[in-house]
């Protein structure tokens, strides 16, 4: 089945840096979807992707689907503390797969 | 306001009980997802359903059993056959099949 590598794990940083995390996919996707997840609750959509090289912003979110298909990023700038939690990544190959694939998350801490 | 609600928030069971999630949304999409998350792992699909009176098995499906009678409604049971039932359930919705998904709040469900 289709796999997706989302790294890094967890992430530990000062408020003010900047945030990147990526995914990586074993085959072809026609959609990249992020989502952010506070405790206890449930995904919310951040960012959504739809065409190879497509570089799209949220405020101060970022991401790009990448131009091979098989990869995404999302950066985070200036990070405060409410930018703590768990982010995901997703994928959609399209036609008669309508499943999502989703990444392990990304837990981000953000020091005061 | 648009969106997905699944009740209860939190639901406490006696092992071999059967018990049923809730979830409903008004965005008059016409898929739905069940999905369960459990600590350190992606999202898995349960259950979907693309049309009412519609519904396909995911890729965890035993234990489980679904129903599409309304185009709102996509109520989950827990059987007792789900041998670890313990896991934080979550619910979404999309236009159509493969579009974007959107996610309800999630339901914790303890088996004790």
């Known amino acids: 089945g289709q796999q997706l590598n989302q790294s890094p794990q967890s992430m530990f940083i000062q408020e003010g840096e900047d945030v990147s995390m990526n995914c990586t996919s074993s085959s072809i996707f026609n959609t990249w979807l992020w989502y952010k997840q506070d405790p206890g609750e449930g995904p919310v959509l951040l960012i959504a992707?739809?065409?190879?090289?497509e570089l799209t912003s949220n405020g101060r979110l970022t991401a790009q689907f990448g131009i091979t298909r098989k990869d995404s990023f999302l950066n985070i700038s200036a990070s405060i503390p409410s930018d703590v939690g768990i982010y995901f990544c997703a994928g959609n190959s399209g036609g008669s797969n309508y499943k999502l694939t989703f990444g392990k998350g990304t837990l981000l801490t953000v020091n005061p | 306001d648009g969106g997905i609600t699944q009740s209860p928030k939190y639901l406490f069971r006696k092992e071999g009980q059967n018990v049923t999630l809730s979830c409903e949304q008004n965005?008059?999409?016409?898929?739905m997802y069940w999905y369960r998350q459990d600590p350190g792992q992606g999202l898995r699909l349960i259950y979907y359903s693309q049309i009412v009176n519609d519904f396909q098995k995911g890729d965890i499906a035993e234990g489980y059993s679904v129903s599409r009678e309304k185009k709102e409604s996509f109520p989950l049971t827990v059987t007792s056959a789900q041998k670890n039932p313990t896991a934080f359930y979550l619910c979404?919705?999309?236009?159509?099949?493969?579009?974007?998904?959107?996610f309800g709040p999630g339901t914790r469900l303890l088996v004790l």
């Open positions: 965005l008059n999409h016409d898929a």
């Open positions: 992707l739809y065409k190879a090289g």
């Open positions: 979404a919705s999309s236009i159509d099949r493969g579009e974007t998904q959107y």
